[in-house]
C-alpha cells in the first residue's frame, strides 16, 4: 500500500494484479474481519454506482454516465494501461476496463482498504507523465481549488492519456465541503491546456428535471424506511418517466443536472 509522500515518487512500474493486492491488503490489516465488511461495502457501493437499480434516485445520472463512459473507454488504444483514480475510494468505472489495467492507483484523503494513496488531488505524490487513464469522477465539486486539482491530473497523464471527468451541474449540496457546480463554457476554460475536451451531458433537461425531483424526495425523506420506501414507489415511478420523456428534450441540455468529460492531454 502507497503512503502519502510530500515528495513526488514513481509509482512502481511492475504490473500487478489488483484483486491480490487488494487481499493482500485485507488479510494484513489489524482487524481482519472489519477490513473484509468495509471492502465489501465500498465494493457494493462501487457496483450500485456503476449499475443503479431503477429505484435508485440517482438512477438517471448514474446510468447515462456508465453509457458515456464505456463508449470513451472503449476508443482508448491499448493494454496494460496505468490507471490513477483520483477520489478513488469507490471505483465504480474500475470494471469498464476489463483485463486491459496494469495498474491501477486510488488517491483518496479518506483511507480505506481500496485507496492506495492517502492524499489529496491538489498535490498527487507521483512523477509526471505517467498515467494513461485518469478518473476524477464526482469529486471535483468537493475540491478548494477545482483548476489545482485539473493542473496536477494534467501533469501526471502521459501525453496522449485520457481523462475522464464528471461533475455536478445542478445538484443540492450532499456535504459540507461541496463548493463547486460547473457548467460546459467553465469546464472548456479550466481544460484549456489539453490538446481535445469533449463534454456530454448526462441526460437532456427532461431528465434533469426528473432526477432534480428525485434529489429532493431524497433529502425529505430523512428517515431510512421512507427512503426504502420512495425506492419502490416514487424513484422508479420518476426515474422511468425521465427515461422515456427525455427525447423530448431535443438535445437542450440548459438544464442537465451532471456532465460527463473526456479530455485528452
Ligand atoms: C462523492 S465521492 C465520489 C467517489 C467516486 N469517485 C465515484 O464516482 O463514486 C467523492 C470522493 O472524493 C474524495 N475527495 C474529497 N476531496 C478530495 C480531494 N481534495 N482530492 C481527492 N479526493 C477527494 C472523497 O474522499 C470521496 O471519496
Not at 40 to 52: D, M
Not at 133 to 157: G, K, N, S
Not at 230 to 253: E, H, K, Q, V, Y
Request: glycine content about 6%; some cysteine.
Amino acid at each position: 500500500m502507497f503512503e502519502f509522500m510530500a515528495t513526488p515518487m514513481a509509482v512502481p512500474s511492475t504490473a500487478r494484479s489488483n484483486v491480490s493486492a487488494r487481499d493482500t491488503r485485507v488479510e494484513s490489516a489489524a482487524g481482519a474481519s472489519r477490513s473484509s465488511k468495509t471492502t465489501f461495502s465500498a465494493a457494493t457501493e462501487s457496483r450500485q454506482r456503476l449499475y443503479p437499480s431503477i429505484g435508485n434516485p440517482h438512477y438517471l445520472v448514474l446510468a447515462k454516465r456508465r453509457q458515456i463512459f464505456a463508449e470513451w473507454i472503449g476508443q482508448i488504444a491499448g493494454d496494460n494501461l496505468r490507471v490513477l483514480d483520483v477520489g478513488g475510494r469507490v471505483q465504480p468505472y474500475r470494471p469498464l476496463l476489463g483485463i486491459r489495467v496494469a495498474q491501477y492507483v486510488a488517491l483518496d484523503p479518506v483511507a480505506t482498504e481500496m485507496v492506495d494513496l492517502v492524499g489529496a488531488g491538489e498535490q498527487i505524490p507521483v512523477e509526471s507523465d505517467l498515467f494513461d487513464v485518469v478518473f476524477c469522477t464526482q469529486v471535483l465539486q468537493l475540491v478548494d481549488d477545482p483548476a489545482v486539482v485539473i493542473d496536477e491530473i494534467y501533469r501526471v497523464l502521459r501525453p496522449g492519456g485520457s481523462f475522464l471527468l464528471s461533475v455536478p451541474s445542478s445538484s443540492p449540496r450532499f456535504a459540507d465541503s461541496d463548493g463547486w457546480r460547473f457548467l460546459p463554457p467553465a469546464l472548456r476554460t479550466l481544460l484549456r491546456t489539453f490538446s481535445h475536451v469533449i463534454i456530454m451531458p448526462e441526460g437532456g433537461t427532461i431528465s434533469g428535471f426528473f432526477r432534480t425531483i428525485n434529489s429532493y424526495l431524497y433529502i425529505f425523506a430523512r428517515r431510512p424506511l421512507l427512503t426504502k420506501a420512495l425506492g419502490f414507489t416514487l424513484f422508479p415511478a420518476l426515474n422511468i418517466a425521465g427515461l422515456m420523456l427525455d427525447r423530448f428534450s431535443n438535445g437542450n441540455d440548459s438544464y442537465a443536472v451532471n456532465y460527463s468529460v473526456l479530455a485528452i492531454k
